[in-house]
């Protein structure tokens, strides 16, 4: 199956607000695999900003590389704002960086053994401004919800990042 994005207009425009302000950026992933990282690697030039990105889907990999307090996951579990929270402080202090992005959610089609929703996802932006977090519910199957996953990150970034001007 080919993947069809809507266009690298955002991408480009990512990369522009983080020049001008001399920002670097790097990815916590866990639902989407790399998809936001590949995405901002699609723009040609983007190594001027972006530092790298951690694919940490299990609970070991986010407590290892992302400094997940292990309470967190039990207590709120993977999917959940506290968790996205700090996936993006940890992978901004991992690659000292001033943008931090986290996707934690469950894609599809199951469930993990909560609750929670197929499609609920949880993304937050760190930068040395603070660090917000939004919750979204796809409704879409696997590949629907990384691709809708993805671009709601990239735009909350954007939104993120010229409000912190």
């Not at 995405?39 to 070991?60: K, L, N």
């Not at 796809?138 to 939104?159: C, F, H, T, V």
């Amino acid at each position: 199956m080919k993947v069809v994005y809507m266009n690298t207009l955002l991408e480009l425009q990512l990369g522009h607000v983080l020049r001008e302000r001399g920002w670097t950026l790097a990815t916590a992933e866990s639902c989407t695999g790399g998809l936001v990282g590949h995405r901002i690697t699609e723009v040609p030039g983007s190594s001027d900003y972006f530092m790298g990105g951690i694919i940490a889907y299990s609970y070991e990999a986010k407590e290892k590389f992302l400094d997940v307090d292990p309470e967190t996951l039990e207590t709120y579990g993977a999917v959940s704002e506290e968790t996205a929270i700090e996936m993006a402080e940890g992978v901004r202090e991992v690659f000292e960086v001033e943008v931090g992005i986290a996707v934690t959610g469950i894609a599809g089609p199951a469930s993990d053994l909560s609750d929670k929703p197929v499609g609920l996802t949880w993304i937050a932006i760190s930068t040395p401004r603070g660090t917000w977090a939004e919750s979204y519910h796809w409704e879409k199957d696997r590949s629907g919800n990384k691709i809708q996953s993805a671009q709601a990150a990239l735009e909350l970034a954007m939104r993120i990042i010229r409000e912190s001007a």
